[in-house]
């Protein structure tokens, strides 16, 4: 990851620097673990597509290769932070849950009202599947629907999904090793025997300074947004880092970041010489690690001028600028991917399309090419 020590003059700058501090255009990490430890968490909402947005900061990663770290425990996938599957390590489950987890829990309370689980209910159900999973057993969505089943627990609906949330939330369960495309649920205290315990101040400061170096510039209600803390915590976060964190004001907002993290500091980074494409998928953290400032990578407005959705697409971004939109068709010996400009290409960034492109079939382990469609 990198930083620098001169505040961004601009969006763009701003987009830059997120890029790079990210681990996108900074020097790619040595493991798969020094992405998703220093990031603390990132989130893992569809699979496929979180490994690769783990494996694109790591040198040389393959799918392969996280499949492997996630099966063998030294990547976890759980709910953590926003109500949402989130990757972190087995060092750092601990503290983020007892720090985040409470809050997603209050946030739910309402849906669980309506699914009729109440304390009792949702505390039973944990009962049963920790008995289950007890010994080192590995066991599927659906299995544990039967285990809660026979256990007189109805699993109709959006019982079982909430039921399993819960449970993870609680840190009785987090991931366990796939089976083959499914996945599967293992008990927390046998994935991560040594996870890490803080205090709360120890917590609120690590998160924060995790945040700050590896996705600022950014503002408070980014860190709000992202974390999930209450607005109190959030700013007690910030004081616990002191003299760490600078904020500066760009375009009516306070941008908090941490200057000079890095030895030897860098400067913000400057406008390549030659354009950088990455493929990002939608729920990549240079998206969903903010709310408020979202807007810095489409300083043009181009997403906007079509909707400002995605939609069922991926995001092509040229030097930390949403340029437009991809989705992919997995074959048997090669992979194609299609890309809708959201505006014209020029020759130098087709070249950097062509080069994002084949670092995903190395990924896949695949033949990668691209076209360009209006779907």
């Not at 999973?133 to 026979?150: C, F, M, N, P, W």
């Not at 256990?151 to 993870?168: F, K």
């Not at 300074?209 to 607005?231: E, F, I, K, V």
């Amino acid at each position: 990851m990198s930083q620098m020590d001169t505040p961004p003059a601009s969006a763009r700058e701003i987009a830059r620097a997120r890029m790079a501090n990210l681990g996108l255009t900074s020097a790619p990490a040595a493991s798969l673990e020094d992405v998703v430890g220093a990031l603390g968490a990132l989130q893992a909402q569809e699979y496929a597509f979180a490994k690769w947005s783990v494996a694109q900061r790591t040198a040389g990663a393959t799918e392969d290769a996280v499949q492997r770290a996630v099966a063998e425990g030294r990547i976890l996938r759980t709910h953590l932070l926003r109500p949402t599957w989130h990757f972190v390590l087995p060092a750092d489950i601990r503290w983020i849950l007892a720090l985040t987890g409470p809050r997603i829990q209050a946030s739910s309370a309402y849906r669980y009202g309506q699914l009729a689980l109440d304390d009792a209910q949702r505390a039973r159900s944990a009962e049963a599947i920790a008995e289950a999973l007890a010994g080192g057993r590995h066991l599927t969505r659906k299995e544990l629907g039967a285990v809660l089943e026979e256990a007189g627990i109805s699993t109709e609906g959006q019982r079982l999904p909430h039921i399993l949330m819960h449970a993870e939330l609680e840190g009785v369960i987090c991931s366990g090793a796939p089976r083959g495309k499914r996945q599967t649920y293992a008990l927390l205290a046998e994935r991560a025997p040594d996870a890490q315990t803080l205090s709360r101040e120890e917590a609120l400061a690590a998160l924060t300074r995790r945040y700050l170096a590896t996705r600022g510039p950014a503002t408070a209600l980014d860190y709000r947004a992202w974390s999930s803390l209450l607005a109190a915590d959030a700013r007690a976060g910030l004081a616990l880092l002191g003299d760490e964190a600078a904020s500066f004001d760009l375009d009516g907002r306070t941008h908090w970041w941490m200057p000079g993290a890095a030895s030897p500091p860098a400067p913000p980074p400057p406008a390549p010489d030659a354009p950088a494409a990455h493929l990002l998928q939608t729920f990549d953290e240079f998206f969903s690690g903010y709310r408020e400032s979202k807007d810095v990578a489409d300083v043009d407005g181009w997403l906007r001028a079509v909707g400002g959705e995605i939609g069922y697409y991926h995001a092509v971004v040229i030097d930390g600028q949403l340029v437009g939109r991809w989705r992919r068709k997995v074959r048997a010996r090669d992979v194609q991917v299609d890309i809708s400009p959201l505006r014209p290409l020029d020759p130098a960034e087709e070249e950097a399309v062509d080069a994002a492109v084949a670092r995903y079939g190395e990924f896949l382990g695949l033949q990668a090419d691209w076209r360009v469609t209006d779907e």
